[in-house]
């Protein structure tokens, strides 16, 4: 009888754990820029008059598959999924805009209400990492539900546009298409499969799979052995039926009238069944193939799809990885906020004094940030800590300081000395000592 060998355990054998393929840690000294594009961005959608929303990071897969497509390669191949306990399929959002339209019909948000929704969080897809594309990214996803002309279409474009102009990130392009009705496109796919066809020996494996499920995916291949027979094939935009055509030409015009430059490309279709009419994409050349950093579209027939009231739609995703890393080759990311004042404690029986002390001055002194040093150390180690910190004064408790009712206070980047403070006068004191210690390093 053969043996199986037990799995190994990382308790067996003492071995660090690695992180899941595709997940990546966001480490301290990231976290400003992250911070600083979430505050951004948060300012300027509520400043256009969108609201946040928060949904589950688990659905019910079905919820995915009729949303989605099951022929799509998020589907197909990406989504996490699983059966839980009680035997139900579950996934690991890939998208957010299906779980947003999920929350408004499970909590009766429709019935012709209109709504401008906004969120931020992790979403999952089993893809190959590569730079700015992880298996765990997180997206701002932006939704204007209810609204079915032009108008809100154009608003939302623009409104993106202000943001890259509020985080100082230059050289994003526009691009624009239309998808039509899900007539018109049922048209165009007859025709774009007939091109195919007659070129298939030309095709891809990726391109060959789509060929039967999701032909207009084709378009979207990043092959370069591709592009040829891609720039060969029947234009979408030549099947468009009469009211699509008006309804994009007014997004056209009114996108120039307010100053934002977009170029016409009609290979964009997008990933995901559910779009129809405008679909657009915010593309870099900084972060190569996967080169779009925001891209969204309408989706008028999707509410209905699962089990809403007919709700025209529109909204758009963010991959936030990708912007902060344009952010940081900008040079648009803030340093760690240092504290104001660092407190050096003297002997073991001074830190509960000084800790009582600091924390009395958080609350009469709200605007001024303090480090305390825990964990001991000797004053020369502490006073280390203290410059490397960034704190523009040090303030010293020890037990001889204590027992004679004072503190000392040390500016750390000017040039006076060290003085004596009594605790009774501190707040004013500290008030001085600061104005005089000049700026943080």
Known sequence: ?????????????????????????????????????????????????????????????????????????????????????GGDSLTLRPEATAGIVRALISNGMLRGQRHKLWCLGPMFRHEAPQAGRYRQFWQVDVEAIGCPGPDVDAELIAMSARLWDRLGIAGLRLQLNSLGTPESRRLYRARLVDYLKAHEAQLDSDSRRRLTGNPLRVLDSKNPDMQELIRGAPLLTEHLDAESQAHF???????????????????????????NRTVFEWITASTGAQNAVCSGGRYDGLIAQLGGDATPAIGFAMGVERLVALLVAAGRTPAAAAPDVYVVVGGPHSFTPALQLIERL????????????????????????????????????????????????????????????????????????????????
């Open 362 to 441: 958080r609350t009469e002194r709200p605007a001024v940030r303090f480090e305390l040093n825990v964990g001991g150390g000797a004053l020369k180690a502490q006073f280390r800590r203290a410059d490397r910190s960034g704190a523009r004064l040090a303030l010293i408790l020890g037990e001889d300081e204590i027992a004679r009712g004072v503190v000392a206070l040390k500016p750390l980047r000017g040039s006076g000395g060290q003085s004596e403070c009594p605790m009774a006068q501190l707040p004013a004191g500290l008030d001085a000592a600061l104005a005089a210690a000049g700026p943080g390093a």
């Open 1 to 85: 009888m053969r043996r199986h060998r037990a799995s190994r355990t990382v308790s067996d054998v003492g071995e660090q754990i690695q992180p899941v393929r595709g997940m990546n840690d966001v480490l301290p000294e990231a976290i400003g820029a992250w911070q600083y594009f979430e505050c951004r961005t948060r300012e300027l959608l509520g400043a256009y008059g969108y609201e946040e929303i928060r949904v589950p990071l688990l659905e019910h897969t079905e919820l995915f598959q009729r949303a989605i497509g099951e022929h799509t390669d998020v589907v197909g191949k990406e989504m996490y999924t699983f059966i839980d306990r």
């Open 249 to 275: 030409a007014e997004l056209c015009a009114t996108l120039r009238a307010v100053g934002v430059p977009y170029e016409i490309n009609p290979r964009l279709v997008r990933g995901l069944d559910y779009y």
